[in-house]
């Protein structure tokens, strides 16, 4: 099984709304990732959880709160998002250095 | 830190033709992943491919690390093909994996 689930597939938040997406995967993988995606874009590198700790952050406004309750789950909690904050949210999972599988992703749209 | 360049940026292919698509970087890499992303958004993983030749139907790649390239080849191409294709490499020392910019590949019936 090489599946990571993404929940919701589809967000519409306004601009003073608290949401969170989540991210579940049940490989034994000990690195977690989250990426944003731009249209017509590569995927960008926000956030790295390596063994439930953070070890990347991009620079990433904190209106973008990541969280690792454990080794299987890692949430990211949206507040007080821009429009340009629009994207598709991405989520990985590997063993540390080796091949990443990604989610479907939440498509976010901020109103 | 780390370019990763992709070639060409578009294609357009008749169904059943044979393709090369490209993948330069800019700094030794210990991993390196070929994905297809369809339109729905989803990565699909082509190959692992941190060095060497692998091949997985009609699609094959292979990566020159020491040279900082890889290749991903689509031979007999169906309109299922149609998408883009990533490369992403990761360098030691980090737990980043970055992604080049991308080929749009058009599949014709």
């Known amino acids: 099984d090489t599946e990571v689930t993404q929940t919701p597939k589809h967000l519409v938040m306004g601009m003073t709304n608290k949401k969170s997406l989540k991210c579940e995967q049940h490989m034994g993988h000990r690195a977690m990732y989250w990426y944003k995606q731009k249209a017509k874009k590569p995927p960008e590198l926000m956030f790295v959880y390596s063994y439930e700790k953070l070890s990347i952050n991009e620079s990433v406004p904190s209106r973008f709160s990541p969280e690792c309750p454990n080794s299987s789950l890692l949430n990211l909690h949206l507040h007080a998002l821009q429009p340009e904050d629009s994207a598709l949210y991405l989520c990985a999972s590997s063993q540390v250095w080796t091949e990443a599988f990604f989610g479907q992703g939440t498509r976010l749209t901020v109103v | 830190g780390i370019q990763v360049e992709q070639s060409p940026p578009d294609l357009i292919l008749q169904e059943g033709a044979n393709s090369t698509l490209r993948c330069n970087f800019s700094?030794?890499?210990?991993?390196l992943q070929w994905f297809h992303q369809n339109p729905w958004g989803q990565l699909i993983n082509l190959f692992y491919i941190p060095s060497g030749t692998k091949q997985n139907g009609r699609l094959s790649a292979t990566t020159v690390a020491t040279e900082r390239y890889s290749l991903l080849y689509i031979s007999s191409s169906q309109t299922t093909d149609s998408g883009v294709y990533f490369c992403?490499?990761?360098?030691?020392?980090?737990?980043?994996?970055?992604f080049g910019t991308g080929t749009r590949l058009k599949v014709l019936a």
């Open positions: 992403a490499v990761g360098t030691s020392g980090t737990y980043k994996y970055i």
């Open positions: 700094d030794s890499v210990n991993n």
